[in-house]
């Protein structure tokens, strides 16, 4: 069997990396890469491979920079020709970028079957590219691997499955919950983290910090709620360093607002790489976050987040008290931030058994 997974960001490889790990255990799966290039990332250097034992792309069709539409469309175009050469049983998507909407429209229209991973997902906000992305990968995708019981939810109150979807004829679509592959990887790189990164590197200590990430675009561009975050952070700050690896995307953002104090009293650094992101996520006292991947982290690793967005595709982190929606206004995320915590009646696991990976391969072969 042949298997032609469609990347294009640097979250995506490390998701991908625990299927390729299990389809190599096998030996019967060949796997075709294809890195569409549509996240530039200084940090995805051969180190970034070589460190996280991850495969590197057969093909990289190197586009970026452009906008939605340009994107997907050369996406679709570049695509569609690797599968048309490679002729694979299967395409393997994953999660809501436009690598994911492009790699799954190219199959449907050669009728290649398309696999789903991160099916069912929802923030139910519309304007969010992301949202859309998903949607239609799920509507024409035959395999949606769903990583809860929420997504399996999802999916079934919007009508789903649907018949007739790639090749598999007038068979309905298979809606499988899986687990989470992002806990495979947790699981499988956190004792790394913990050998190879030192926190005294940074200066810190075990829980003795808050960790931000901040790169969505509905903030970075949205002046009102950049400001509203910046200046909650500054007041955090007081109480408890806040570290911000500060993605370039906000930097540009904030030096066009001309505010030379956006960023006093917070610890800035470059953006990390893997290893050393896990292991600051692991001893922090709170993460603040816009990152979908980093409200789950917190929770693999038992630390209470607060996201700075107004809804959440991970409804289960909020409904089981560890991860707090404050959105971008400054009170709120304070008050998020002193009743942010994590009790042990919460800390039962929603995201599978840590062997999503290969309950992903046998439902693939099973077809």
Not at 19 to 40: L, M, P
Not at 190 to 216: I, M, N, P, W
Not at 331 to 357: C, M
């Amino acid at each position: 069997m042949k298997v032609l997974t469609v990347l294009g960001a640097r979250p995506q490889f490390i998701k991908a990396a625990t299927v390729s790990r299990a389809i190599k255990a096998r030996g019967d799966i060949e796997e075709i890469i294809v890195h569409t290039g549509q996240h530039f990332d200084a940090n995805m250097s051969d180190v970034f491979f070589e460190q996280l034992d991850i495969p590197h792309p057969h093909h990289n069709l190197h586009i970026a920079g452009l906008s939605h539409g340009a994107m997907t469309g050369r996406m679709l175009e570049g695509i569609e020709a690797l599968i048309q050469e490679e002729k694979p049983d299967w395409v393997l998507v994953y999660g809501d970028t436009n690598s994911t909407l492009a790699g799954s429209l190219a199959a449907a229209k050669l009728h290649v079957p398309v696999a789903h991973v991160e099916a069912g997902l929802r923030s139910h906000n519309p304007a969010m590219p992301e949202e859309v992305n998903r949607v239609l990968t799920d509507r024409v995708s035959s395999l949606l691997l769903c990583p809860t019981e929420t997504a399996v939810s999802n999916l079934e109150k919007e009508g789903f499955p649907f018949g007739a979807i790639g090749t598999v004829g007038t068979q309905s679509q298979r809606i499988v919950n899986v687990g989470d592959v992002m806990y495979d990887a947790v699981l499988y790189y956190r004792d790394k983290a913990q050998e190879e990164v030192s926190l005294e590197s940074f200066g810190l200590q075990h829980k003795g910090y808050a960790l931000c990430t901040l790169h969505r675009q509905e903030n970075t561009d949205d002046p009102t709620r950049l400001t509203g975050i910046l200046k909650a952070l500054r007041d955090i700050a007081k109480d408890l360093p806040v570290v911000l690896p500060l993605h370039p995307r906000t930097k540009a953002k904030i030096d066009q607002q001309h505010d030379r104090n956006a960023l006093d009293g917070l610890r800035i650094l470059e953006p990390l790489p893997y290893l050393e992101m896990q292991r600051l996520q692991m001893s922090a006292r709170v993460i603040l976050t816009d990152s979908g991947g980093m409200q789950k982290e917190a929770y693999f690793n038992q630390v209470p987040c607060i996201t700075l967005r107004d809804e959440t595709e991970w409804v289960e982190t909020v409904e089981a008290g560890c991860n707090r929606l404050a959105g971008a206004d400054a009170d709120k995320i304070q008050n998020a931030w002193r009743a942010a915590r994590i009790s042990k009646e919460q800390t039962d696991n929603l995201y599978g058994d840590g062997h999503a990976s290969e309950k992903v391969i046998s439902e693939l072969v099973a077809g």
